[in-house]
């Protein structure tokens, strides 16, 4: 009997596809499987339970759950805590997932610098580094020099490769193997890892995934290249606190993108082109796109007459700029947060039709903005949606920093585990 790895599982740790065929009988590896990534995923949403305890939520049996968790145990996926809390009957050892073992990599692409953050299986932020392009006075961390002067692919993917090297050579000296690691990138990227095309970062057919796995000393590691705003929506759904398996992240760091959630499953469409929110417009040829209308730049342009948002790539500190003057109760800036607000919520309203999200999430720099964007584009959305009140998308500002497509993609990996596709033992 073969064991099912995170190998064999599907890229995308969200993204499972299934095909027409006729049916087909479950074996014994299949149950296992399904039963395994049960235990896991319930211990992931509810912490620490004794064995009795996830026999009782899940419905498995004991006999079942007591081989299930020694199985997890011995592969150090799982370890044991102590005297559950249980105040009937017998304590119970308590359970919980054990992070020693194993860690996975998001690298986070952007027009000016690189972010690379590693977890643990459990969930626990291990790294969190930055690099900037521009080499000049102040950049890079304690941890390494600043990364060079150019965004070309062939620098960039030299960038990224010494990153992640770097990253992984720190994960392994804690003692912990390295899942994979998985590359986000704005605009369109093909399940293959190819970037179709990237506006903010001038690349276009970019096979990042070949080139980069080429780079790597380490043949052996699952390198993944994903879009931005998908993987920031996959670490809103395991991190962001929403209860929702219908939920939809926006992003504002490169144009405006939106990763989208469908029953807890990322969307992807037929190559992975999904989200481009940032391309609606409406009227003849020519007329503004929402991204013309409500992009982080034509907001900071509105907000600071005479800045040149295209003098930085790094739109931080406008941003920073503008919440500082929105404070001090500046009236210009605060009807461009009005404006766009609006149309923002407009264009939202298109998509919540489309999909009826249970939450949208606006993230990166709209929701350090969020304090005065927020009532605006609720307003719009509620005005434009059809569905009731009820039955509409709730819209709120995440609270995972600008980071967010990076920790999506180190736990795109552990979602991949917690289907029950097992990790070869370190």
Not at 218 to 229: I, S, Y
Not at 289 to 302: H, K, M, P, S, Y
Request: aromatic content about 2%; glycine content about 14%; some cysteine.
């Amino acid at each position: 009997m073969t064991r099912r790895t995170a190998r064999d599982a599907p890229r995308a740790g969200l993204d499972v596809k299934t095909t027409r065929a006729d049916p087909q009988p479950a074996d014994f590896t299949d149950v296992r499987a399904t039963n395994l990534a049960v235990v896991l995923r319930h211990l992931r949403a509810n912490g620490p339970s004794s064995r009795a305890s996830i026999a009782a939520s899940t419905g498995l049996n004991k006999a079942t759950v007591s081989s299930l968790t020694g199985a997890l145990i011995e592969q150090r996926l799982l370890r044991e805590t102590g005297l559950s809390g249980n105040r009937i009957g017998r304590p119970g050892t308590a359970l919980a997932l054990d992070g020693s073992a194993y860690a996975a990599i998001g690298l986070q692409v952007a027009a000016d610098h690189l972010t690379a953050l590693a977890v643990d299986f459990a969930g626990d932020q291990l790294l969190l580094w930055h690099r900037q392009f521009d080499g000049g006075p102040g950049s890079g961390t304690p941890d390494g020099p600043a990364i060079g002067s150019a965004i070309g692919p062939g620098r960039a993917i030299s960038a990224v490769a010494a990153l992640a090297q770097r990253a992984a050579t720190r994960v392994r000296r804690q003692g912990r193997q390295v899942l994979g690691l998985t590359v986000a990138v704005p605009g369109l990227v093909t399940d293959g890892g190819t970037v179709r095309l990237s506006p903010s970062l001038g690349w276009s057919d970019v096979d990042l995934r070949g080139l980069l796995s080429g780079s790597l000393r380490q043949p052996d590691l699952d390198v993944t290249v994903a879009n931005h705003a998908g993987l920031a929506a996959v670490a809103e759904l395991r991190h962001g606190g929403h209860p929702a398996h219908d939920l939809t992240y926006v992003s504002g760091a490169a144009g405006i993108e939106a990763g989208i959630v469908v029953g807890g499953r990322l969307l992807r469409g037929s190559r992975g082109f999904t989200g481009q929110i940032g391309r609606f417009g409406l009227g003849p040829a020519g007329s503004p796109t929402l991204a013309d209308l409500a992009g982080i730049e034509q907001l900071v342009r509105q907000a600071l007459p005479g800045f040149d948002p295209a003098a930085l790539a790094d739109l931080a500190p406008a941003v920073d700029q503008v919440a500082a003057l929105a404070r001090s109760g500046d009236t210009g800036v605060l009807t461009a947060l009005r404006d766009t607000g609006c149309h923002l919520g407009q264009g939202l309203a298109l998509l919540a039709n489309l999909v009826n999200p249970e939450v949208i999430v606006l993230g990166d720099h709209y929701a350090a903005l969020a304090e005065w964007i927020l009532p605006a584009a609720e307003a719009e959305l509620a005005r434009n949606t059809l569905a009731p009140a009820a039955g509409g998308a709730r819209l709120t500002a995440s609270t995972l920093g600008l980071h967010a497509a990076a920790l999506g993609g180190a736990v795109s990996h552990l979602d991949r585990i917690d289907t029950g596709a097992l990790p070869a033992a370190p």
